[in-house]
């Protein structure tokens, strides 16, 4: 059973940054698809930024592109996402969510991310807050 534990939430100004860290217990991340998800209050949780096992492929969600960006720590076990010009759009719950096998992709149009159901590990969650 692998175990996820999310940190680095927080709440900051509109326009400040935050980086999150996601740990996973079990030494298996080489073989392991990774993201980032969210969930605001009333709203359905949204997938956020993927990283793919070795780093070949990387999906973010259109609303975050250009400001976050998914990283593999140097352990093999760990994720971040750095989180720059925050918006109060983007408070909500994080969570870290991994899989050993490769997730399919949800489509619309030419906009394609993994689909969430396919993410079988998840974390507790961290909260971010961003004020105006």
């Known amino acids: 059973q692998v175990q996820l534990v999310e940190s680095g939430g927080g709440s900051v100004q509109a326009g400040g940054s935050l980086r999150l860290s996601c740990a996973a217990s079990?030494?298996?991340?080489?073989?392991?698809?990774m993201g980032w998800f969210r969930q605001a209050p009333g709203k359905e949780r949204e997938g956020v930024a993927v990283i793919y096992a070795g780093g070949d492929s990387i999906y973010y969600t259109d609303s975050v592109k250009g400001r976050f960006t998914i990283s593999q720590g140097n352990a093999k076990n760990t994720v971040y996402l750095q989180m720059n010009r925050l918006k109060p759009e983007d408070t909500a719950m994080y969570s870290c969510a991994a899989t050993i096998f490769p997730p399919g992709l949800h489509c619309s149009g030419a906009y394609c991310f993994p689909r969430i159901g396919d993410f079988i590990y998840w974390g507790p969650g961290t909260q971010v807050t961003v004020s105006s």
């Open positions: 079990a030494d298996t991340y080489g073989s392991m698809y």
